[in-house]
């Protein structure tokens, strides 16, 4: 250091720090040899405190304002010295601004899930991310039980550390919750401010808090996300056995328009040949009477199935040649009630036409010498 820069030291009397930065924490005023003039000015600005440190040791805090450096509001440093009132001399200690206002966007999430026991799913893993805000309380407990002799302490040196606090309290807080998987996501505020209090009994030894803390995702594993999706499903789809009618008349309706595409293209490609078989070469040819097409037989009758009401239970469902058997047998009588898929209530088995004729069919003659 040139002479000149030792005489700006010896002359400059204004002690202040203006922080450029956004995530320094503490930061030491540099002097020549740590000698500061007697009557010297501090300029401690908002959000901001400066700390003395005198010879290793703890000296005064100083709150927002301005201040000549006297021993009557140097108590603490007057003690350490033995000065007297008369003391005029530049004296040595170190100045520490710490930032006292709120570091925010500060980031926090499980490297490792989480297990915790849900009552209805058992044991799952869960991660969890969020944001969190930190903020020096005590200046001088931070000084000296973080920073120690750093020049230059940033948000970077800390958070790591922060971070591990806050997933440890996190897992011991979710564990121990018993809310159930499906429901955290609605729990989310309450979880984190119960987050932020263990936190904050924490990170108080150091000179911290925890002023705000979120909760952003809790993410389950893949396979309670799929139980849920199923879950969810199934409340959409209502009535299950309507719905499985619904997809199947919906895949029959399906397979018919694809069935009638195909015959539209083999009609369209056969015409195309005769047409091109007539034509030919040397012009149109006679025309000839074509064979009849193939035509495509009709569905199958769908075969209807019954169920029987008697004495207020109902069973079923049975075929037609099972009804037949019953109407033989006495079982099924032409007063039973019946009713099939698609029939507007039930029914006596002599109204319904399709099982009227099982009651109508007379028995054959019986066998000579019975």
Same mark, same amino acid.
């Given at each position: ?7 700006? %030291? ?8 203006? /922080? /450029? ?11 020549? @040899? ?5 009557? &010297?000015?501090?300029? +401690? ?40 009132? %008369? ?18 966007d500060l980031k926090w999430g499980t490297k490792n899930p989480i297990i915790c026991r849900d ?5 799952? !893993? ?9 903020? +020096?309380? $005590? ?10 002799? $750093?020049? =230059?302490?940033?948000? /970077? ?5 922060? !971070? ?7 897992? !011991?807080?979710?564990?121990?919750? %018993? ?10 505020? /309450? ?6 209090? =263990? ?10 808090i925890i002023p705000e803390f979120y909760i952003e995702n809790i993410s389950l594993p893949e396979?309670?996300?799929? @139980? ?36 539209? @293209?083999?009609?369209? @490609? ?23 097409? &193939? ?7 769908? =075969? ?23 109407? #033989?047998?006495?079982?099924?009588? !032409? ?6 898929? %698609? ?12 099982? #009227? ?12 010498? #019975?």
């Amino acid at each position: 250091m040139g002479i000149f820069d030792f005489l700006s %030291g010896e002359f400059i009397d204004v002690i202040h720090w203006t /922080d /450029d930065t956004r995530d320094t924490m503490v930061w030491r005023f540099e002097r020549e @040899a740590h000698e500061i003039k007697y009557g &010297a000015k501090l300029t +401690v600005r908002e959000g901001q405190a400066a700390v003395f440190v005198h010879e290793g040791q703890l000296a005064d805090v100083f709150s927002p304002g301005l201040y000549m450096l006297e021993t009557n509001n140097m108590p603490i440093l007057t003690t350490l010295n033995h000065w007297d009132h %008369g003391f005029k001399s530049p004296f040595k200690s170190e100045v520490y601004f710490v930032n006292t206002t709120r570091f925010s966007d500060l980031k926090w999430g499980t490297k490792n899930p989480i297990i915790c026991r849900d009552p209805e799913f058992g044991p799952v !893993r869960i991660r969890a991310y969020g944001t969190y805000t930190v903020k +020096v309380s $005590d200046p001088a407990l931070f000084l000296t039980e973080i920073v120690g002799t $750093d020049g =230059e302490f940033t948000m /970077d040196e800390i958070s790591f550390q922060i !971070r591990n606090i806050i997933v440890q309290a996190f897992s !011991r807080i979710v564990a121990s919750s %018993g809310i159930p998987v499906l429901d955290m996501a609605a729990n989310t505020a /309450d979880m984190g401010k119960l987050v932020a209090s =263990e936190i904050t009994k924490v990170v108080s030894e150091y000179g911290l808090i925890i002023p705000e803390f979120y909760i952003e995702n809790i993410s389950l594993p893949e396979a309670v996300e799929a @139980a849920m999706d199923k879950r969810t499903s199934m409340g959409i789809v209502g009535n299950l056995d309507g719905y499985m009618k619904f997809n199947a008349a919906e895949a029959m309706g399906a397979e018919n328009s694809a069935m009638a595409s195909s015959m539209g @293209a083999g009609m369209g @490609a056969g015409m195309g040949m005769a047409m091109a078989a007539q034509t030919g070469p040397w012009g149109a040819r006679p025309a000839t009477t074509a064979a009849p097409a &193939a035509q495509t037989p009709p569905p199958p009758p769908v =075969e209807h199935v019954w169920h029987i009401a008697e004495n207020g239970e109902t069973t079923g469902p049975f075929s037609k040649a099972e009804m037949g058997q019953m109407a #033989a047998k006495g079982t099924l009588k !032409r007063s039973s009630y019946v009713w099939t898929p %698609g029939q507007d209530g039930w029914l006596q088995a002599e109204d319904v036409r399709e099982l #009227a004729q099982l009651f109508t069919i007379a028995p054959p003659p019986p066998p000579p010498g #019975a």
